[in-house]
């Protein structure tokens, strides 16, 4: 049986960013449009502020946002999508309202006067609302059914305390007592233009797409509600948390640890150390517990990006006889980075996955719009990736060493695992003091 050799990685291609042309409207909306002519069709992104919103009527807004209007029902509505080839959706998290949908470019001024209608005239009828509240009750029970949902929940608890983002999703019963008044009032106070951004991406020119959105949504007015979101709490290593499961037969290993905003000179060399330890699938980490020891099928570390901070999360499923094993090969691989300089190869790889990365993700009319809106929410622009290539570009080994011990040392982690906590307490105890909780 012959060996076939891997060839050696491509050079990476300079990265090329779209020209944006962009309009504050005088309702207080940005408008961002951006030709990509790869498909006639354009993708549309608003992003409203929504920070501190009530999370039950907020879960049940985005599920109903399109229910109807003064002059159409849902069923209307969806016609009306239909007829342009397109759809909208919405969904929210602890910082905004995001509006995503796409059409036939063609179908551009139809799209945005519809979405017009919906974000000045929706009515949220009672029997819409009581369809859609009862759904995502039921969805909202099976997830805390699910061991990766309740370990998410407790990991939020344990680093962010008493901060809006501890909790970010809603009980079942909270959902089940939303009204449709509730909803029209958090409506008229929150899905407000000013501080918006509306991204507009596709086979059109971008001039005369924002003149159709100026044209379209010129009747939304409204200043919004000025909220003050503090910043996150410093995280804080203490105990292991233990979420007790019994019967459990596996485990959900989470950790976090500080991170740095998107634009702190840090944040590419810490992106370049998360990859080296468990970033992406030739990660260190995965490569020890998935590949050698067989622990886990699917481990990861992602750095997360909210407005008020931003944290580096490591995330494991193990079976619940190999759950201490995992954690000590867990704080095993975070310490050797943190303290032995990764390889020039390691970093050469992780590099071009990130600026791979990057490419792939202006490469679609999608990938683009989401880009586009997710940077606008934290103050940035596209040009901001030019900053970053860069910076990835020209990161040393030593620049990473720096950044891995200074943000990604295990002592600095707050550790939380949800299992059977009759069988992995003692074994955990051995690694470090441990709290048990009830879920």
Known sequence: MSITTLPDLGPVREL??????????????????????SVPLFELRLRVPFARADLAQSAVLTQTLFSGTADRTTVDIAAALQSVGGGLSAGADPDRLLVSGNALVTGLDELLGLLAEVLTGATYPDEE?????????????VANSQ?????RKALLRRIYGEHPYALQTP??????????????????????PAGGTLVLVG?????????????????WTGDGKEVDLPAVPEIGPGPLTLVDRPGSVQSSLRMALGAVPRTHPDHALLQLANLIFGGYFSSRWVENIREDKGYTYGPHSMIEHSVAGSTVTVAAEV????????????????????????????????RQYALGTLQLGLSTQAGLAGLASTYAG?????????????RLAAATVDDVARVAAEYLAPSRAATVVLGDAAVVEKSLGTLMPVTRVQP
């Open 16 to 37: 090329t960013l779209p020209s944006t042309v962009e309009r504050t409207l005088a309702n207080g909306l940005t408008v961002m449009a951006i030709r990509r002519s």
């Open 129 to 141: 609302v009581s369809t859609e509240r009862s759904r995502l009750a039921d969805r909202i029970r």
């Open 147 to 151: 061991p990766s949902h309740l370990a």
């Open 171 to 192: 009980e079942a019963d909270a959902v089940l007592a939303v009204e449709s008044a509730g909803l029209n009032e958090l409506h008229a106070a929150r899905v407000q």
């Open 203 to 219: 086979d059109l020119d971008p001039e005369e797409a924002i003149a159709a959105a100026e044209r379209a949504l010129a009747g």
């Open 319 to 350: 079976a619940t006889e190999v759950t201490a094993p995992a954690l000590l090969e867990t704080v095993y691989e975070l310490g050797r980075l943190a303290t032995v300089p990764p390889g020039e190869d390691e970093l050469t790889q992780a």
């Open 378 to 390: 934290f103050g940035l622009r596209l040009d901001y990736l030019a900053t970053h290539a860069a």
